[in-house]
């Protein structure tokens, strides 16, 4: 009997749930806008200031006031400001973010940097690498690289890049990632490092979650930081949570690629010298 009551109700909490989503599905694209715009350090308030199109406070106070005045050119315009996927805002989506995948590509890196920085200047720019501190084949890192695109009252609001696809616990990604945080750093964009816990990177890896920062910028994440830069520069750094695999073979695999970038001229930070260079050397005869 208990499990007949059981089961009527879990039937009901769906019944509801889905008559609730499809009453009317139109003003989710009202309030998700709103959280777009929120999210990336925006104010409902202050959405008026950054669409103009004649919008005014009335018109935002609510999610059916504002819904009223959507056209598919504030959508559309949106959409490029953030860089949003256009079906997310739709409904038809859970694709937030678009993601890049350099992986194994330093050079498309390159040439996507130099894209950013002709855009808005390194002033504009910086970033964090989101990872776990431990051995893990199963989570992908996450390198987010933060543009500010304006401000209102003297606070910035962003526009966020998501390269994905690193498994930092992979000799061949660790290499790769090092080259690119490489890259920013001697370009002046700051990348930090940040250990989260796996749910947390899983969370925001895929595009899939808003980057929901707001006015703080993506270093307010509760976690613990750690210097970037350093998986170029220090091979106690660079070497630290990799799978070392069977008879050291991941470790000796990441040394040889991380000499391989650096005659690439991959791996300079700015702050690269000779003494860098002997000591990976130096890492690379203790594991001989």
Not at 121 to 129: A, K, N, P, R
Not at 142 to 154: C, H, K
Not at 216 to 241: F, M, S
Request: glycine share 6%.
């Amino acid at each position: 009997m208990f499990g007949e009551i059981e089961s009527f109700l879990s039937l009901f909490d769906r019944v509801k749930k889905f008559l609730k989503s499809h009453v009317n599905p139109s003003s989710d694209l009202s309030t998700r806008l709103v959280q777009l715009y929120e999210a990336h350090g925006v104010h409902r308030n202050q959405i008026p200031k950054v669409i103009g199109q004649g919008l005014t406070l009335h018109d935002v106070s609510t999610d059916e006031r504002l819904l009223e005045k959507l056209t598919d050119k504030i959508l559309s315009s949106t959409c490029q400001l953030f860089g949003i996927n256009r079906d997310w805002l739709d409904g038809a989506s859970d694709e937030i973010y678009p993601t890049y995948n350099f992986y194994k590509c330093p050079a498309k890196f390159e040439e996507f940097l130099s894209s950013l920085l002709n855009k808005s200047g390194s002033d504009c720019l910086d970033g964090v690498l989101l990872s776990v501190d431990k051995v893990d084949r199963g989570t992908e890192s996450v390198l987010i690289l933060q543009e500010t695109i304006g401000s209102i009252n003297e606070k910035p609001y962003y526009r966020y890049y998501l390269c994905s696809g690193w498994v930092l616990s992979y000799w061949k990604s660790r290499g790769y990632i090092s080259a690119c945080v490489a890259m920013c750093w001697k370009n002046n964009v700051y990348v930090h490092g940040m250990y989260l816990d796996k749910l947390t990177v899983d969370k925001y890896a895929h595009g899939n979650h808003l980057l929901d920062f707001g006015y703080n910028g993506v270093h307010q994440l509760n976690g613990i930081r750690w210097y970037a830069e350093d998986l170029a520069l220090v091979p106690e750094t660079y070497l630290k949570n990799i799978d070392p695999e069977k008879n050291q073979f991941g470790l000796n695999a990441a040394l040889s690629l991380w000499f391989q970038l650096y005659h690439q001229g991959y791996l300079d930070t700015g702050y690269t010298d000779k003494s860098v260079e002997l000591s990976f050397n130096h890492a690379r005869e203790k594991l001989a």
